[in-house]
């Protein structure tokens, strides 16, 4: 009995020295400001708002691309209009729909682009 005994010991041993110790409790803030930084640090805020700013800018860019340019040139083939917003369908207004729409696929399109490119290149 005494050999068990000892094997029993030895395993509770073995146990105790591969079970991890846990992780040491996370220091919290002490103050406001402390815990505002941390949750900044965190979440990284100041990396997406400036992407968020970058994206206001590509989209502003790109909508006038497709406002200022290629819509027009789609208007000069519709005859009879100068603008395309201009469409109506009875008495729906349906060419601010269009425009939408065509700047929609515009800006859909060159996004696509911009991605394609970028992980061609490696980025993520």
Not at 67 to 94: A, E, M, R, Y
Not at 99 to 116: Q, R, Y
Request: charged share 20%; hydrophobic share 55%; proline share 6%.
């Amino acid at each position: 009995m005494a050999k068990e005994d000892e094997m029993l010991e030895e395993l509770k041993k073995i146990r105790e020295l591969l079970t991890p110790a846990p992780p040491p409790p996370k220091e919290k803030p002490k103050n406001l400001a402390k815990e505002f930084l941390e949750f900044i640090k965190q979440y990284k805020i100041l990396g997406l708002a400036s992407a968020f700013i970058l994206g206001l800018a590509v989209n502003a860019l790109i909508l006038s691309l497709a406002q200022d340019l290629i819509t027009p040139i789609i208007g000069i083939f519709v005859p009879g209009f100068d603008n395309i917003s201009d469409i109506k369908l009875g008495v729906f207004g349906i060419g601010n729909f269009i425009a939408a729409f065509i700047n929609f696929i515009i800006i859909a399109l060159i996004i696509f682009l911009i991605v394609k490119y970028a992980s061609k290149i490696g980025l993520e």
